[in-house]
């Protein structure tokens, strides 16, 4: 039987073989990870800078101030533990202080999503024109949400990446189709000069038309907000489904180890019952071996004593002596081994010693027709087939009418045989009977033969069996399987 270790350990091969599919992955997704890090830590810091010396001020509004802190002290975080993590020693020598990292898993998570998440923070910020004096946040602003939609796929997994596209891809249709207009032109001014030009070109004021002619000269008309729109719509799409079929892959891989593990616990349990059977089916075979010894032994002792009785006997009575040697007879034929078949001459004959016992307790007073016909040496049968028949109707019949004799005929014609018995009822002393005798004489018929009929008669003062067969057409196998 397999103990339950064997499928504990298993397990544990399935999660170390799940570490090591993962392993090149997760080793990917931190070196990614770390130059995230340190390209928006740069980029925040650059943005704060150029607005410092292009305004005189670190951002256009305060949100934006948190917002940069947020993104600066997250990837600050994420950028030292992924860097330890990734390192073969996870302690690090500091002004001469050993300082030793522990690093989980789950901490690792947090501290990824933390820094994704104030980075899309960053981003939504600039989708949505906050603090962008130059109203060209449709042509610029939105290839940071774009990029990062490849981004949260690869390592915060396809669920965040459909979030984040759906944001971006919100955004996106409301800008164009809300806030601007879905046929709104770009002039590159901002939005007070803008609204100034597009007022002086419906006014046909000179100057803005020989802006706008001299634009067209050049070929430099200014494009309206829904070119913007469908390249920046296909590039959101487009980045999202290779985002998605590239994490596939990868998804599948961490499927597969579950499932195998599910499959192997299934096939472990299958095992350990088939080795609970096994063992199972041995202690029985070991129990039968032993009951079959211990009757090999009792019979031995019987057959002795029988044996015994019989010599005492002898010198008293000559019939007692002859009904124990035909009992002591009749007992060796029953408990005989490893015999399928037997002649029907000699179950005829251990028939008239049961008969000759049963008249010697009855006084011979017993009034049976017995009749054999036919070569019945040259026909075989179940051993102690129709004693048992003979049996069932000495105890449940009244053999002691002479009108109403037990009947017992035998018919051989080889290979067939017909076997008849007909009994009159014992209405003064009846015997509940189970059937069990002859539900098993049913059975070992159906065992052995293809080829018969096992016909019982009865009414209230009868009880008739008719049994024919074909002792030749045997079952495939099944003789070798019979037990008396």
Known sequence: MIPKSSELNISHLLHRALQKLTRPVAESQRRLLLVVNITYLVLA??????????????????????????????????????????????????????????????????????????????????????????????????????????LVAMLLGREASFIWFSIVLGILVYTTFMEKGYSYQYNYLTSAESTRYETALAKGEKWAVNRQELLKRQHMNSPKASRYFNMWVCFIVVAYLSAYFFTDSAKKMTEVVPDVEADMKVALEEARRQDLKSALLKEEALKTELKNLKAQINPHFLFNTLNYFYMKSSEYSDELASSILMLSDIMQYSVRDNVDRVNLDEEIKHMRHFIELLQLRNNNRLCIDFSVEGPVDQIQVL?????????????????????????????????????????????????????IGLNNTRRRLDLTYRNYSFDINQDEESFCIDLSVNTNDLQDGLASQIEI
């Open 45 to 150: 810091a650059e943005y704060i800078l150029t607005e410092w010396f292009s305004t005189g001020q670190a951002v256009p509004v305060q949100v934006l101030w948190y917002v940069y802190v947020l993104v600066g002290v997250t990837n600050a975080i994420s950028l030292v533990y992924t860097y330890v993590n990734m390192s073969p020693s996870q302690s690090r020598n500091i002004l001469g202080f050993t300082i030793a990292f522990k690093t989980t898993n789950k901490f690792e998570q947090r501290l990824r999503w933390a820094s994704l998440i104030a980075i899309m923070m960053m981003s939504f910020c600039f989708m949505i024109g906050l603090g962008n004096p130059s109203n060209d946040t449709l042509l610029t602003d939105f290839g940071l949400g774009h990029s990062l939609i490849v």
């Open 383 to 435: 051993p102690f087939l129709f004693i048992g028949l003979l049996e069932n109707a000495f105890k449940h019949g009244n053999m002691l009418n002479p009108e109403k004799p037990l009947i017992i005929t035998i018919e051989a014609t080889p290979p067939y045989l017909k076997f008849f018995t007909c009994n009159q009822k014992n209405l003064k002393k009846r015997v509940s009977s189970t059937l």
